[in-house]
């Protein structure tokens, strides 16, 4: 009897390992170009102000509200994308999400002043609203939970690597100004938008709705798979079915939004600004491009890593609420740099902090809430977080810049917000534990 139990157990396991193998390797590279392409499209602005800024005249308030405002748009229609791609399913939606930012993307060569750059910028936050939530939501139906904040990490790497690959990239873009009669700006929204409409064409045939569908996968495979996820969806319970309206009420969801800003916050508002940072050290575009690559790599190295650690240790709390304390770390170490290397050790250590606390924190976040609630409750906490950190934080950025002149004293309020962050998640997390020890009480 003993060896029939051990030798099920060992076929179950070579089933997960072999199921969760062609998963990964068919879902996970695809979505990860996809992102990469995103975080590309969504913050060449910083490397396209460069040149763009001075062409049409803006001031540095003005272009932080211009990029501001693809994080209102992407606000105002990432929980109803996310319904909709739960109605319609992912395999239909998120082509139709990567083939409109494309376009609007390519768009942004025809601003030809500031209230133009506005509206475009608007469209584009709204054509790329829900492609984020929409993956996380996606990988939900995929992914079981114990493998999910490595998946995740593993996903958003996009993020920093989109920086690394995509600054020197622009600013080897704007070195080719004047080519067809275009500036370096033109080039680089019109060259960097086009691989989504592609990637957007080809995630219908590449990507399935749902595990049932997947023709790569046998029979027994398929069958773990489902019995797996399906067993996790009814252990779900901290936040149980909700409509939208009382999700967006959710004490919860508000904190965990306040949380994710942090983050979101660091990433974005350093994506943006950074290199004018470092463009104010003299050095040309193609030298900005380079040097702003380099944290974005190490970034992009040691967020797959803390994802790692915290699926082996099974621990999602304090892997979220470090990272955050370690950004704000880094804007005060901030006060004490003036010069270029030093500034490049800052940004990478805010941006390590920025990156590494996606993985665990989506886990934990996604693991919180039942399949019911899924799609519109991951949204809004993205949705929320993003107006904080892409529409508060950046517009207070640019205006504490251009009236300071200091960058430093720019990135304090980001340091409060972090600082608040990891001690709610902390206090959040407790509570969730002791709710549970009492659950287990009750229960025995």
Known sequence: MTEHIRNGTAATEDIERETMRKVIWRI????????LVSIIDRGNIGMASLQMNEDLGLSKAAFGFASSLYFVAYFLFEVPSNLAMQKVGARLWIPRIMISWGVVSMCMAL?????????????????????FP??????????????RARIIASFMVAIPLANFIGSPLSGLILSLDGWLGLRGWHLLFIIEGLPAVLL?????FVLRDRPHQANWLNAEQKKWLETTLETERQQQKNIGHQTTWQLLRHRQIWLLALIYAGASSAGTTISVWSPQLLKSFHLDNLETGLFNAIPYGLASVLMIVWGRSSDRTN???????????????????AF?????????????????????????????????????SAAAGLAAIGAIANLIGGAVMVNAYGIINERTGSHTLAMLPLAALCVTGGIAVLVMGRQARNAQLHEKQVTH
């Open 134 to 147: 929409g993956v996380v939501l996606f990988l939900t139906w995929w992914i079981p939970s114990r493998y």
């Open 200 to 204: 957007g064409i080809a995630a219908w």
């Open 28 to 35: 996970l590279p695809f979505l990860i170009v996809s992102y």
């Open 336 to 372: 004490v740099s003036v010069s270029l290397s030093a500034t490049i050790v800052i940004l990478s250590i805010m941006l390590i902090g920025a990156y590494s606390m996606k993985g665990p924190f989506w886990a934990l976040t996604s693991g919180w809430m039942r399949s019911t």
């Open 111 to 131: 601003v030809q002043n500031t209230t133009s750059l506005y509206i475009v910028r608007f469209l584009l936050g709204a054509a790329e609203a829900g492609f």
């Open 315 to 333: 621990e999602r709390r304090w892997h979220t609420a470090l990272t955050l304390f370690i950004i704000a770390a880094g804007v005060f170490a």
